[in-house]
């Protein structure tokens, strides 16, 4: 993310709606938004305050947020800086994350993730309901994405699903390889998981010859669902939404 100083000339040539601002010492700018701001010092108070505007639809920047009786000009850069910092991760991520993947993959075609990067997590960490608002693949690609941290070599199916296998993940070393199985489940907070997701996954799995099988959800589990998960507890494990914020908070 690059939040840049830019002059007062290029502020101003920015179409900044007119607001009356006191005199402004220092000008910044988003190198990949539309996204500016300013800091502020009060000639009558003497304290500072910051300004942080985007560009509107009718293309003039508009006040978006801002903060005052900050105490001296370091401080406020330092909280303008921030908040830009901030809202570039979480603009950058809603235009291009939510947004499913056009990619053209085969049917023998097997990703590698590497398309999620830490701050994408961080960002998740902070906000975690915003899981809700990926879309199945993209979610897929998270779960992955972690589990490669984690430390598995893992691979992420085709869009077009596999056999229930979403991820397929191993923990090899010099002895042997040991094959994980990941059906990931996006699902809202009030939709659980039900039993028949869990008897279909442990098909797949015993077909498969899997040494695990892991259900990942941003939902929660049924009743039965867990029931029928603890006769193959050896075999299986359910990971749902408060699981996923504890993956999130190594990040």
């Known amino acids: 993310m690059s939040i840049q100083e830019i002059s007062k000339e290029e502020f101003d040539s920015l179409n900044v709606d007119s607001m009356g601002f006191f005199p402004e010492r220092a000008w910044f700018r988003s190198s990949e938004i539309d ?4 800091v502020i010092r009060d000639p009558y108070d003497k304290d500072w305050s910051y ?11 508009r006040c978006i947020k801002a903060d005052v009786s900050l105490p001296n000009q370091a401080h406020a850069e330092d909280k303008i800086l921030s908040l830009m910092s901030e809202m570039e991760i979480k603009g950058s991520f809603e235009e291009n994350f939510y947004i499913e993947s056009k990619e053209i993959i085969t049917d023998d075609a097997i990703n590698v993730v590497t398309s999620i990067d830490d701050q994408i997590k961080i960002y998740l960490k902070k906000n975690p309901e915003k899981m809700y608002d990926l879309t199945p693949r993209k979610f897929e690609e998270l779960v992955a994405s972690i589990l490669k941290d984690m430390g598995f070599d893992v691979e992420l199916t085709q869009a077009t699903r596999d056999g229930g296998r979403d991820i397929i993940a191993y923990v090899r070393n010099s002895v042997s390889s040991y094959l994980t199985h990941i059906e990931c489940k996006k699902y809202a907070p009030d939709n659980k998981v039900g039993v028949g997701i869990i008897r279909e996954v442990m098909g797949v799995h015993n077909l498969r010859q899997a040494t695990k099988s892991i259900i990942v959800t941003t939902g929660f589990f049924s009743r039965d669902a867990i029931k029928e998960a603890e006769m193959a507890k050896n075999h299986l494990d359910l990971k749902d939404f408060n699981d996923l914020k504890s993956w999130l908070q190594q990040y």
């Open 35 to 38: 996204l500016a701001g300013t």
């Open 51 to 61: 300004v942080v505007l985007a560009k509107d639809e009718d293309h003039i920047y």
